[in-house]
């Protein structure tokens, strides 16, 4: 955070990726600095070791999400490893004809799997459609939900939108019908702990990188009532129960899940960054990010700017009316001010929202009034070059 | 190493004058102006280069064996940025256009950021294009 500010350098694409606290760079120094081993096979000394600073961090994890035990937590590269491994895990599921239903903002990385799974297992993808405002028309989603219906795959904040969508009422019909429920809470999870047993879903995914954690860490929760129907699917290392020439069985959950080597270190610096969180006050920076929010959606408003839908959450897309979004956006960089434009890995939302793409301003809990200040600044000089 | 033509000397000269982003976002602006469009038949699936955040068409042509570019995109620096490379590229044969160091020119004009591999702006892809465009 330091060397972009001694770099000239506004950091304002945080749900892209986010800048990281010295407690995460710490618990990696000291990890690797300390003696590596390898996790759930050797006998020896620093094994036991590894093997426990490995499962306590999943403990950590875990007890952050308030998930009921640590074994509901799969340790995954990210949210897209996540989601993918489920389309994979729980192909027996589904008969020809049943449907998946996803959210009409999905990120590609909740979107893919599940049609590329429709596509090889013939089933129907069915698309949850947005209200005005960019929240998940909840009605339309109620009805659409039904006998064929086999799995809801939504995301609570879409990276687009900045939108927060009550999922309740949705993941509720979805128990009671037994429909699968998947949430993609790669950006929720930043802007608002997830209390897994409150949220009920079946699956729920995250990523440590936007989280202020490493990079190529993230998690799957799955509840225990689905965790017999989910088949393994990657196989080797120590996930295997038991294997000979021509036949395997994987161990229970988590393990089953995690072919290979897992990534030790960043799991440990991933709970030191959730320890590092859960000291912080999350109501003061709750209302810091509400109140920077409002400064940011203040200002678009003021320069007349056109909002892709109404963002209340961390993040608000933009086009200024005449201006190409790629042109702004390089014209900002070029003042230093780090922002995102093109179409945010969400290409069909962009699509049938028939925008070519839109400037993302996006909020961490490290950025501050004066943040905002100069992107206001360097939008301004941008804008006056482009008119 | 090819020798810039007299045109990309020329435009070089007017980069190096400019003092700042500003000076240079705004002869950018100009020189994208100059970049004829395409017309709407023109801009066919075949000619669309993919991996670009913005769309850009390309037809590259080899008349008497030189180079002959036009190329098309919507955001007003981004066609900017393609007149500049279509003037540097503009005229040369296959072999001078293989010795053609992009990130040096780029540079010499104070835009090397735009080529970095962080930018989706599709200036590698155009290059890579017109590449494989050279007559057997």
Not at chain 1, 172 to 200: I, T
Not at chain 2, 42 to 58: A, F, K
Not at chain 2, 119 to 128: I, K
Request: net charge negative.
């Amino acid at each position: 955070m330091l060397q972009l500010a001694v770099d000239g350098q506004t950091w304002l694409d945080s749900a892209a990726t986010a800048q990281k606290p010295r407690a995460m760079l710490e618990a990696l120094q000291q990890w690797y600095a300390s003696g590596v081993a390898n996790v759930h096979r050797a006998q020896h000394r620093p094994g036991e070791r590894a093997t426990s600073a490995f499962e306590q961090a999943r403990g950590t994890i875990a007890r952050w999400l308030n998930a009921a035990s640590a074994s509901h937590i799969v340790l995954t590269k990210g949210t897209t490893e996540s989601i993918n491994l489920l389309a994979h895990a729980l192909a027996g599921q589904f008969q020809p004809g049943d449907e998946i239903l996803v959210g009409a903002h999905e990120h590609h990385a909740n979107l893919l799997p599940w049609q590329q799974l429709a596509r090889r297992q013939n089933l129907a993808l069915r698309i949850l459609p947005l209200d005005t405002t960019g929240a998940l028309d909840l009605e339309k989603g109620l009805d659409m939900l039904g006998p064929r219906s086999r799995l809801l795959a939504v995301s609570p904040l879409s990276n687009v939108l900045g939108r927060r969508h009550d999922l309740a009422p949705l993941l509720q019909r979805a128990r009671e019908l037994d429909v699968l429920s998947v949430v993609d809470g790669a950006q929720y999870a930043v802007h608002q702990r997830p209390d897994l047993q409150q949220l009920d879903a079946d699956f729920f995914a995250c990523s440590a990188h936007k989280l202020y954690g490493p990079d190529g860490i993230g998690l799957l929760y799955a509840h225990p009532r689905r965790h017999a129907l989910l088949q393994p699917w990657q196989w080797g290392g120590e996930m295997i129960e038991h294997c000979d020439y021509h036949s395997a069985s994987a161990r229970p959950l988590p393990l089953g899940l995690e072919a290979g080597t897992p990534n030790i270190a960043g799991t440990i610096a991933f709970a030191a960054t959730l320890d590092w969180l859960d000291k912080l006050d999350s109501n003061a920076i709750r209302q810091h990010e509400a109140a920077l929010h409002r400064l940011l959606i203040d200002g678009l408003h003021a320069r007349d700017m056109q909002l892709v839908g109404q963002p209340d959450t961390a993040l608000a897309c933009f086009n200024a009316p005449g201006v190409h979004s790629a042109d702004l956006a390089m014209l900002l960089g070029e003042q230093g001010v780090a922002v995102r434009a093109g179409q945010h890995c969400a290409m069909p939302l962009l699509h049938s929202l028939r925008l070519g793409g839109a400037v993302r301003v996006s909020l961490g809990l490290y950025n501050d009034a004066e943040d905002l200040q100069r992107f206001f600044e360097a939008l301004d000089a941008a804008l006056e070059i482009l008119a | 190493m090819t020798t810039p033509s007299p045109a990309a000397q020329a435009l070089l000269e007017r980069f190096a004058a400019c003092r700042g982003w500003e000076q240079r976002a705004r002869l950018l602006l100009e020189y994208g102006q100059q970049l004829p469009a395409l017309s709407p038949d023109e801009r066919t699936d075949q000619r669309l280069i993919r991996g670009c955040e913005s769309p850009v068409w390309c037809l590259a042509g080899w008349p008497a064996g030189r180079l002959q570019l036009q190329l098309d995109t919507d955001a007003r620096l981004l066609r900017g940025l393609l007149e500049v490379l279509r003037i540097r590229l503009s005229g040369l044969t296959p072999e001078q256009l293989g010795e053609v160091d992009l990130a040096d020119w780029y540079s010499q004009l104070g835009l090397a950021r735009q080529l970095s591999g962080s930018r989706s702006n599709g200036l590698n892809a155009v290059y890579q294009y017109v590449m494989q465009s050279r007559p057997a």
